[in-house]
């Protein structure tokens, strides 16, 4: 084990590498908001830093090589490492890589973190400068828009995911508890909320739905409930990781009504039945198809995006050819496409036939080609249209925004003239000229 850091006379200094999805993303942010409180400065700089935490990810084998290389380049550049986040509940693969590393936690190990860190760094005397802290900590994400974990873990045992080895079953947030968070947020400055999870629809399920009480009503632990409170914070809110359980009826009016976003992040996978059962997911694409078209009855607005593998084991061409078909009829407005790559430890790993990853990877562009011009023809449709867009960022007259439509990062974006004046995090309305596979043109202010 190597000497404590000698630190009487100056502020500990952490450098911090986060990777991975937005879930870690929110792991990441629990981390700094402890370090700041406890008076650690975070540094951007290897050679600033006296230690460095690198936040991991091993979700497929991409994810886990470029975790291994961050906390490679960490232990070159800097030498003092403590690693948390996916790939650390796999403490195996990080110490046969790098024994030199101080200690390894998995991920939501907030505690063990610190814990690693106070053994090298022992925390300075508190300082005014931790008065400086917002309510809501420290945020990763740009000022007006925050990521909302409201629960850990996952019930499901989708074959070619091993997110529920990782992070557990199910655990969700009291209500309460995140509705708390929603409000500081917002009294912060965020606009928009983002809500995640491995599975938002089964919010609440190990809970039983337990109610709290939340400004003089009491609020049920669910989806519905949750989303019909956080639509009374005035910001948008928008839903990702919703699976289409039957009780997802229930949102589709809060969208109607403006409570909500008319967007869906809903992780398809597949629409072979066959292939979708080898996987082991709900619904299958028929009943899929039936509630599409009762939600958009009800919100016509409805925005849906989704993801898909393919090249799964056992995917014949006839399967890859049901799925481009439910495409063809779903019509939705996003769509990502991966193939499928074995991550170590899923079960889907010991099924029959492999697909060759050439014949996975022009599936894959199949259907992106196919799913290009389904999208742009959405798009289309906003053309002459006036939409609320919130401001990302602004350089003289012009800006990047996005409407309802557009999760960050994740999605497109529209593209603005006549932003003198505007700021980053504004709504603003702005009457769209023009659009092509992935983002719009307009202009701001025009009726
Ligand atoms: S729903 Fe399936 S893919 Fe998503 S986290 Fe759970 S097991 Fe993994």
Aim: proline share 6%; aromatic share 6%.
């Amino acid at each position: 084990m190597s000497a404590p850091i000698d630190q009487s006379t100056k502020v500990p200094r952490i450098g911090f590498v986060s990777l991975g999805c937005p879930k870690a993303l929110v792991d990441s942010e629990r981390i700094l908001t402890q370090l700041r409180i406890e008076g650690y400065e975070v540094v951007g700089g290897y050679d600033q830093a006296d230690l460095v935490v690198v936040n991991t990810c091993a979700f497929i084998e991409a994810a886990q090589e470029e975790s291994l290389d961050a906390i490679g380049e960490a232990l070159t550049e800097n030498g003092k490492v403590v690693v948390t986040g996916c790939l650390g509940s796999r403490g195996s693969v990080v110490r046969d890589r790098f024994p030199e590393v101080l200690a390894i936690t998995g991920p939501q190990d907030y505690e063990a973190v610190m814990k690693a860190v106070h053994a090298q760094l022992p925390p300075p005397p508190r300082s005014p400068f931790t008065d400086l802290l917002p309510d809501s900590g420290v945020k990763l994400t740009p000022r007006h828009y925050a990521y909302l974990k409201i629960s850990e873990g996952c019930n499901h045992k989708c074959t070619f995911c091993i997110i529920p080895d990782l992070r557990g079953r199910l655990r969700s947030r009291r209500v309460d508890a995140v509705l708390g968070e929603a409000e500081r947020l917002v009294r912060d400055g965020v606009r928009e909320l983002l809500v995640v999870s491995q599975d938002t629809s089964a919010y609440g399920v190990d809970l039983r739905y337990e109610s709290a009480p939340w400004h003089g009503r009491e609020r049920r632990t669910r989806m519905t409930e949750l989303a019909d409170a956080l639509g009374d914070l005035g910001v948008w809110v928008r839903l990702h990781y919703v699976y289409p359980y039957r009780h997802v009826d229930e949102l589709i009016p809060l969208m109607a009504q403006g409570k909500v976003l008319p967007y869906l992040d809903m992780p398809l996978q597949h629409a072979s039945p066959g292939i979708l059962k080898a996987m082991r997911r709900p619904a299958g694409g028929e009943q899929v198809l039936e509630r599409l078209q009762r939600w958009r009855d009800i919100c016509p607005d409805l925005v849906v995006r989704s993801t898909f593998i393919v090249g799964f084991p056992g995917e014949t061409e006839a399967d890859f050819e049901q799925l481009l078909a439910f495409l063809e009829e779903a019509r939705l407005d996003r769509v990502g496409c991966f193939t499928y790559s074995p991550v170590d430890g899923a079960r889907a790993n010991a099924l029959p036939g492999a697909v060759d990853p050439e014949v996975a990877e022009m599936r894959r562009e199949r259907l992106m080609a196919l799913q290009a011009g389904i999208s742009a023809g959405k798009l289309r449709q906003f053309v002459g249209r006036t939409l609320q867009v919130l401001v990302d960022a602004v350089d003289g007259d012009e800006a990047l925004a996005r409407s309802y439509a557009d999760a960050p990062e994740v999605d497109g974006l529209v593209h603005l003239v006549g932003a003198e004046g505007l700021r980053p995090g504004d709504f603003v309305d702005v009457r769209i000229h023009d659009s092509d596979e992935h983002d719009l043109y307009g202009t701001a202010g025009e009726p």
